[in-house]
């Protein structure tokens, strides 16, 4: 087992994630099987109780794990299947250790942070770096592991400890240590500052780890006497400081890494035997779709009606599962966001202005989504906006609390019942047409909802989301909720046209809704964005997407397909006609290209 690890110094939040997962990336492509793990210093166990504004989205595992959302990148850029195990925090460390100090493991000795700590650590890489995480249970090559934060932080000292030692655990050839770093450039020169990295390199040092490879995130490209400069300073060899600039879009991140020679450096530094990537085709399809995002001309608008909207962060997953499926249809992504509060009524009384503003740009869009979320604040509105998608025809998908905002909504204005209501908002609504699970443990937060991969079933042979899953009976999906639609009122929707179209293995739990004879009205109870990749975009939004572009129609009459003879699982257009429906057509790069 070869470790990589990846560590960041200066600031954080910049793009050391996507840079451990172009890591892994490229490994995978050489024939290796790649792992990753994500190390959070903080003390929380795991994600699930952090507030989006804080952290950003939740992410969530298939075994349920609620996780950083760093998690996501990986699972999207290696395309495999993390766990639990997967995302380190300093919390779940300690309680580990304390568990075993109240069974008496330690035998009376004074439990400290070295060795115990740190050997728990260890022991947790060791475990976790070999459990498989593709389909065919094989043990990985490697682990890329990335640890949050910045070289110094307080919160971090025990796993730089952990991994001085670690070092000598597995021997000098089968780990080594990366730095990310970000080189600014002050307005005032615009030359580009290489102290503050210089800084980091000599704190990691101290505590015990040297650099094998700087990568220098900078605005724009250092020129060579820049990096000369890194690499005396810094003590790493010029040809592993690499620089990495502000780009377009992530796509060509592992591009640029590749073309930096990481391949030899890997192969040089931890004795692997690699020399390129083994498919061109892998360069090419990441090539692809980086020239596709960017030669994007024609547009389409998706409103996302959200309540975290300052924050993008917050919905990362969703704007990737928009953005893959904006990608299939060679389309340049509109995304507008729209506060729900702003959509109701009391805005417009106390601010006019956002009141109108977010009606005007939920009106402007071709497709409007309503994701998931918690709390009362903005339900209103997303049923409001609910009402508009339905009664104006405009491509609508709602996801989680999007889809039980829809139920709500029809209850209420086709229904005619109307005080109907979640009981999340309000118990003592007459029409409870959403109800708390019986699973849901209202004294505990953290871990306490219907969470990861649970079956959904088609109940009905036609239906539009189940062409775009591919005609499948039966689909796996991520759940995070607490609330689920009242099942006594299925048929009283069902008579009035909204039909309850995948439901779970037992037939009692509603998970994806559909209005036919609307262009485009899906809603699911799961949330499919957690599964997208850039070239495997999530279905219901493909839906969404194709339906906002007027293409869905299309699509389905000519089979919904999805090209067998293109490797990556891209979507064909018809050779039966000159009209393209939706395309991974040629951007300009191919294979020789590279
Ligand atoms: N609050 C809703 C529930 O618990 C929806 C959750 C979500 O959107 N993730 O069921």
């Not at 507030?51 to 992410?59: A, L, M, N, R, T």
């Not at 025809?393 to 019942?417: D, H, M, S, Y």
Request: hydrophobic share 35%.
């Amino acid at each position: 087992m070869k470790y990589i690890l990846v560590t960041g110094g200066v600031i954080s939040g910049i793009g050391k994630g996507v840079i451990a997962s172009s890591i892994g990336t490229i490994l995978k492509s050489c024939g290796l099987r790649v792992t990753s793990i994500k190390i959070d210093p903080y003390l929380n166990i795991d994600a699930g109780t952090f507030s989006p504004y804080e952290h950003g989205e939740v992410f969530v595992l298939d075994d349920g794990a609620e996780v950083d959302l760093d998690l996501g990148n990986y699972e999207r850029f290696l395309d495999v299947t993390l766990h639990r195990d997967n995302n380190i925090t300093t919390g779940k460390i300690y309680k580990h250790v304390i568990e075993r100090e109240r069974r008496g493991d330690y035998l009376g000795k004074t439990v400290q942070v070295v060795p115990h700590i740190t050997d728990a650590i260890q022991d947790w890489i060791e475990r976790v770096a070999k459990i498989s995480v593709d389909d065919d249970d094989a043990e990985p090559h490697v682990c890329v592991i990335e640890l949050g934060g910045t070289v110094g932080d307080i919160e971090g000292m025990p796993f730089f400890e952990a991994f001085r030692q670690f070092q000598f655990r597995v021997g000098q050839d089968n780990f080594c240590c990366l730095l990310v770093s970000l080189v600014p450039q002050p307005l005032s020169t615009g030359e580009h500052k290489t102290k503050p990295t210089q800084h980091s390199v000599r704190q990691l040092r101290g505590l015990g780890l040297s650099a094998d490879m700087i990568i220098c995130r900078s605005q724009s490209k250092m020129d060579d006497d820049v990096k000369l400069k890194v690499s005396n300073f810094c003590h790493v060899d010029l040809e592993n400081v690499i620089n990495i600039q502000d780009c377009p879009s992530i796509y060509r991140v592992p591009l640029l890494l590749q073309q930096a020679g990481l391949v030899s450096f890997f192969a040089r530094r931890l004795k692997l035997q690699i020399s390129s990537p083994k498919s061109r085709t892998f360069l090419y399809k990441w090539r692809d779709l980086a020239n596709r995002y960017d030669r994007a001309v024609e547009e389409v608008s998706i409103a996302i009606v959200g309540k975290y909207t300052k924050l993008e962060d917050a919905y990362i997953s969703l704007i990737k599962a928009v953005r893959h499926a904006a990608l299939a249809l060679n389309r340049k992504l509109n995304l507008v966001w729209v506060e729900a509060e702003s959509l109701e009524p009391v805005s417009q009384k106390k601010d006019p202005a956002s009141y109108h503003g977010a009606w005007k740009a939920l009106c402007s869009a071709n497709g409007i989504l309503v994701p998931g979320g918690f709390g009362s604040r903005g339900i209103e509105g997303k049923v409001l906006a609910v009402n508009y998608a339905r009664t104006s025809k405009t491509p609508f998908l709602g996801i989680c609390l999007g889809f039980q905002a829809a139920v709500i909504e029809f209850a209420r204005n086709v229904l005619n019942w109307e005080d109907a209501h979640s009981t999340e908002f309000n118990p003592d609504a007459s029409k409870k047409v959403v109800i708390e699970m019986p699973e849901h443990n209202p004294g505990q937060m953290g871990g306490t909802m219907r969470l990861g991969k649970r079956r959904t079933v088609f109940t009905e042979e036609t239906g539009v989301l189940r062409k775009l899953y591919g005609n499948k009976d039966e689909i796996d999906e991520r759940h995070r909720h607490r609330y689920e639609v009242n099942p006594i009122f299925v048929d009283a929707f069902s008579k009035n046209g909204m039909k309850f179209v995948g439901r779970d293995v037992e037939g009692k739990r509603m998970e994806i809704l559909e209005l036919p004879g609307h262009p485009y009205f899906a809603a699911v109870q799961y949330h499919p964005e957690f599964l997208t990749r850039p070239l495997k975009p999530s279905p219901p939004f493909l839906g969404l997407l194709l339906a906002s572009c007027n293409k869905l129609q299309l699509f389905i009459e000519r089979g919904c397909r999805i090209s067998p003879s293109h490797e990556f699982g891209s979507i064909a257009q018809s050779d039966s006609d000159d009209e393209e429906v939706i395309a991974y057509t040629h951007s300009g790069a191919t294979e020789d290209d590279m």
